[in-house]
């Protein structure tokens, strides 16, 4: 989701299961046909201050990918085992770049 977007911008396709923390289903961006998974929690099992730590972590998570890619770099691993924390659970690394691919400069990305 953008940061601009609201459910009503979204078609609920089907719920694809519970998770540990919420629901997670599957919806169709109206806008442009495009398919998100997006994990519904109970707004009241997060403190203000647990938000704040997620997003802290998340935001990082996110600018190392992006610093990855923008190195000509895919990952193409991305999931919680190769997510990793510090000893203070406060900085973020990514590891196991094993199956990674550098791609030359004037290569075109694709799925």
Request: aromatic share 6%; glycine share 6%; hydrophobic share 35%.
């Amino acid at each position: 989701m953008d940061s601009q977007d609201k459910m009503d911008d979204y078609k609920l396709v089907q719920s694809i299961g519970r998770g540990a923390y919420g629901y997670v289903y599957l919806y169709r961006r109206l806008s442009d046909g495009r398919l998100v998974v997006i994990k519904q929690l109970p707004m009241e099992s997060i403190s203000p201050e647990e938000c704040e730590d997620v997003l802290h972590l998340f935001s990082q998570l996110v600018l190392g990918m992006q610093h990855i890619h923008e190195s000509n770099i895919l990952h193409r691993d991305i999931k919680s085992n190769n997510i990793l924390l510090d000893k203070s659970h406060r900085i973020v690394k990514i590891g196991d770049f094993g199956i990674s691919k550098i791609l030359s400069r004037h290569s075109q990305p694709s799925s």
